[in-house]
């Protein structure tokens, strides 16, 4: 199964239903090509970057936990509605109350390498009726965004995180804050 590695506290952001999207300019292993959404459909791998918390607005108190280094523990799939790349900075700040990162976050992400774009995903979440936990590999490592993991064989069972009301209200809210609605 292809899991889309991203800080926890944005996974529980996702989980909860208080973020919709994932803002991503791409890790350091994506090569030249750089970073890009190869896949439509993933599990979302929680990853602990030790300063996450001081790049993010509104964390809930306790939410940074010390992971357990030798276990994975994948709860949530999420399926792209859209893809775009953003090279409007005006389209990176009206999506400010669509997710948790600092203004100044989205801003050294939007600035990166000097290309000022980054890539926005629209996404559908769903939880795992019970969370899959599986042991580390060399391969979950690194600055890479993609990685395969072992199958957890029940995303047919997996649950909206949002009614689908409220998740097609917040696409099109989505879609005309950047000008393609």
Not at 140 to 146: D, I, K, L, V
Not at 153 to 159: E, L, M, R, T, Y
Request: glycine share 8%.
């Amino acid at each position: 199964m292809i899991a889309f590695k991203e800080w926890s506290l944005v996974c529980d952001a996702l989980g909860s239903g208080r973020q919709s999207i994932i803002l991503r300019k791409g890790g350091i292993a994506e090569g030249r090509s750089g970073f890009s959404w190869q896949h439509d459909e993933f599990a979302l791998f929680p990853t602990y970057f030790h300063s996450q918390d001081q790049a993010l607005r509104d964390i809930p108190a306790g939410s940074v936990a010390a992971p357990h280094e030798s276990l994975h523990t994948i709860s949530l799939l999420a399926k792209v509605d859209f893809k775009v790349l953003l090279d409007d900075w005006s389209q990176v700040a009206a999506l400010a109350s669509y997710h948790g990162w600092t203004e100044e976050t989205m801003q050294e992400r939007f600035d990166y390498t000097g290309e000022r774009t980054i890539s926005l995903a629209v996404l559908r979440v769903f939880r795992l009726p019970e969370p899959f936990t599986f042991p580390d590999a060399p391969g979950y490592g690194g600055c890479r965004s993609w990685v395969t993991v072992p199958d957890c064989g029940v995303a047919a069972d997996a649950i909206p995180v949002l009614d689908d009301a409220t998740h097609t209200q917040r696409v099109a809210e989505i879609r005309r804050l950047i000008g393609l609605a």
